[in-house]
C-alpha cells in the first residue's frame, strides 16, 4: 500500500522559509513523479510544484515561481519543497501526492487522478 506523509509545517512570519518533507513507501519511489498542492480556507486545492520519476524535470504554479524550489531524493524516498520568502497568501494546509503511474514527467502532475495524498501539514505565514 502506497503512503505518503508530510512534514515541517509551521508558523513563520513574512518573508522567511520553510522546507516541507514528504517521505513515501509502498512504492518504487524512483519511478514515479511526486507533487506538491495547498489548500486555503474557503478555496479548492491548488496545485504548487511537481518533481518528475528523472528528478531534473521540474514545474511550478506561477504563484510560487523563483521562490519555491522542489527536489526528491531517491535514496531516501523523500520529496521536498523549499519555500523562500513566504507571504501570508503562501498559508494553507499543503499536501503531498504521489502519481498513480510511472514514468511520468511534472507537467503529467497538474490534474489529480489517481494520485495517492498525504495527510497535509498546515503552514502559516504571519504578516
Known amino acids: 500500500q502506497v503512503q505518503v506523509v508530510e512534514s515541517g509545517g509551521g508558523l513563520v512570519q513574512t518573508g522567511n522559509s520553510l522546507r516541507l518533507s514528504c517521505a513515501a513507501s509502498?512504492?518504487?519511489?524512483?519511478?514515479?513523479?511526486m507533487a506538491w498542492f495547498r489548500q486555503a480556507p474557503g478555496k479548492e486545492r491548488e496545485f504548487v510544484a511537481a518533481?518528475?520519476?528523472?528528478?531534473?524535470?521540474?514545474e511550478y504554479a506561477d504563484s510560487v515561481k523563483g521562490r519555491f524550489t522542489i527536489s526528491r531524493d531517491n535514496a531516501k524516498n523523500t520529496v521536498y519543497l523549499k519555500m523562500n520568502s513566504l507571504k501570508p497568501e503562501d498559508t494553507a494546509v499543503y499536501y503531498c501526492?504521489?502519481?498513480?503511474?510511472?514514468?511520468?514527467?511534472?507537467?503529467?502532475?497538474?490534474?489529480?487522478?489517481?494520485?495517492?495524498w498525504g495527510q497535509g501539514t498546515q503552514v502559516t505565514v504571519s504578516s
Open positions: 501526492a504521489a502519481s498513480g503511474d510511472k514514468f511520468t514527467n511534472a507537467q503529467a502532475m497538474g490534474a489529480p487522478s489517481g494520485f495517492t
Open positions: 509502498g512504492l518504487t519511489f524512483s519511478w514515479y513523479a
Open positions: 518533481i518528475g520519476w528523472r528528478g531534473w524535470n521540474t
